[in-house]
């Protein structure tokens, strides 16, 4: 007869590859059912994005078979519970990720549409806040140029709050919906930091456990802004692989590192890594220079996200307002869901180690 005590002491033996604790330890494990040699049991991931579930189940797998009994059927249903950051500046928004680079022109807003599509395509909830003020370029990737957010019927306070536009299960806000495109921006200092507060919290973004954040090129005032006024769980850091792109990459890493603004480096992304002929599927040109992404993180002692093809697909796909990541047999967009699976997890190890994390 086998008892719920004897699975979790089977399960008290499968450890969580990230945060080195067992799951029961952990708290991952509930709905526990058993009947005769049927055993049934959940484990709560710390992120649906998690790329390790298929890890996991194994492990539950065979530490039942080795600790319970080898005639045991097993069913392991997984589900996700989102950790928060220890600080969530606003209301039901779990985390706050930004996706920064040193220079523009590296596909820095390209990462963040499929990180935030790769992190939705998970079963997380993602908003997307475009505070590239003086380029906005994801109503184009999006394809709702021309979308003007409507005043939400809901409000704090009796302080009407905006909808963000929703496309592809994103909600996303940009400077670009309440300006015409053709129009500079030409705002001073002071004007640029009211308008990035605006964009967070004058919003009704709802139950979020992602927020990506489009940060524009440099480390100016809108950067300052969003470390100082919103704690962040982490930032990504797009580059190329040539120097002068790595040179700008290491301020901007500087820049989160500096003790006032102390925010975590979830890791690097290095994106125009290598060209692939369609006629030469195998062969890879690194046409601007080889590794320049993955010497950047062990610099810094991050992880390496991982590399992006420097492929004419991704560019048309932006340009088309249709993300790469939505094209499910695309290689790049496989590249994209590996980042999106890591930045995840990322975030889940850093809320682990945060002497107070906070579960939602």
């Known amino acids: 007869m086998i008892t719920r005590e004897q699975v ?4 008290s033996h499968v450890e969580e590859p990230d945060l080195k604790k067992d799951l ?4 991952m494990i509930d709905n526990i059912e058993i009947e005769g040699n049927r055993v049934s049991f959940t484990v709560i991931l710390t992120t649906p994005a998690c790329p390790l579930k298929g890890v996991i189940e194994n492990a539950c797998r065979n530490a039942i078979a080795h600790f319970v009994s080898k005639d045991a059927e097993v069913t392991v249903n997984m589900t996700s519970r989102v950790t928060a950051q220890k600080e969530q500046p606003i209301l039901n928004v779990r985390n706050i990720i930004a996706v920064a680079s040193g220079k523009g022109g590296v596909g820095k807003s390209t990462v963040s549409a499929n990180l935030a599509l790769g ?4 079963g997380a909830r993602v908003g997307l806040i475009d505070a590239d003020i003086y380029g ?6 999006f394809g709702v140029e021309g979308a003007k957010p409507k005043v939400s019927p809901r409000s704090e306070g009796g302080k009407p709050k905006i909808e963000p ?7 996303m806000l940009s400077i670009g919906f309440f300006a015409d495109a053709a129009q500079p921006i030409p705002w001073r200092g002071p004007m640029v930091s009211t308008a990035i507060k605006q964009l967070f919290n004058d919003a009704d973004w709802g139950e979020l456990d992602y927020l990506i954040v489009d940060l524009p090129p440099g480390t100016g005032d809108i950067h ?3 470390t100082q006024t919103y704690p962040l769980a982490g930032a990504v850091i797009v580059t190329t692989p040539q120097n002068v792109a790595l ?4 301020k901007g890493i500087g820049m989160f590192m500096m003790n006032a603004i102390n925010v975590p480096l979830l890791g690097v992304v290095e994106n125009m890594s290598y060209f692939t002929p369609a006629e030469l599927p195998e062969n890879k040109y690194y046409i601007f220079g080889q590794s320049g992404g993955k010497r950047l993180a062990q610099q810094f002692e991050a ?3 991982g590399e992006i093809p420097l492929v004419k697909g991704i560019s048309e796909a932006g340009d088309s307002g249709i993300p790469i990541i939505l094209q499910e047999d695309n290689p790049a967009a496989k590249a994209f869901m590996e980042i999106a699976e890591k930045v995840a997890q990322q975030v889940s190890i850093r809320n682990a180690q945060n002497k107070q994390p906070v579960t939602v």
């Open 136 to 141: 906005p370029s994801i109503p184009i990737m």
């Open 224 to 226: 300052i802004t969003l």
């Open 8 to 11: 979790l002491h089977a399960l």
């Open 247 to 250: 040179a700008d990459a290491r």
């Open 24 to 27: 029961v330890t952990l708290n």
């Open 165 to 171: 536009i929703e496309k592809f299960g994103i909600k």
């Open 303 to 305: 992880p390496f996200l």
């Open 119 to 122: 992190l939705s395509k998970t």
